[in-house]
């Protein structure tokens, strides 16, 4: 079993910077790929980035792309996600989830979800 907490969500303006972090405790943190999701209201929820058990290899969403950055510090068990010139159409719940499916950009290929933190991009 693996828990996962996410945090750093917030309201900024259009064109700021915000830096997700999602926390694992439980089995072995370098034993999972990680991938971000996200869902607006009104919305399915989306993939966003996805990055390696090792941190080599990642993989974006068009949509981010350019803009958003995943990273991963084994040592401290933590994923992040570094979102830079942000859009209202970035406004949703951000969800870190674990899985063992290297590149992985479906829900259903993840096995363990954190509970979401919120992001509002205000225009």
């Known amino acids: 079993q693996v828990q996962l907490v996410e945090s750093g969500g917030g309201l900024v303006q259009a064109g700021g910077s915000l830096r997700l972090s999602c926390v694992a405790s439980?089995?072995?943190?370098?034993?999972?790929?990680m991938g971000w999701f996200r869902q607006a209201p009104g919305k399915e929820r989306e993939f966003v980035a996805h990055?390696?058990?090792?941190?080599?290899?990642?993989y974006y969403a068009d949509s981010v792309k350019g803009r958003f950055t995943i990273s991963r510090d084994n040592a401290k068990n933590t994923v992040y996600l570094e979102m830079n010139r942000l859009k209202p159409e970035d406004t949703a719940v951000y969800y870190c989830?674990?899985?063992?499916?290297?590149?992985?950009?479906?829900?259903?290929?993840?096995?363990?979800w954190g509970q979401g933190t919120q992001v509002t991009v205000s225009s």
């Open positions: 990055i390696s058990r090792s941190g080599v290899n990642t």
């Open positions: 989830a674990a899985g063992t499916t290297r590149g992985a950009v479906t829900g259903p290929e993840y096995d363990y």
């Open positions: 439980g089995r072995t943190f370098s034993s999972y790929h």
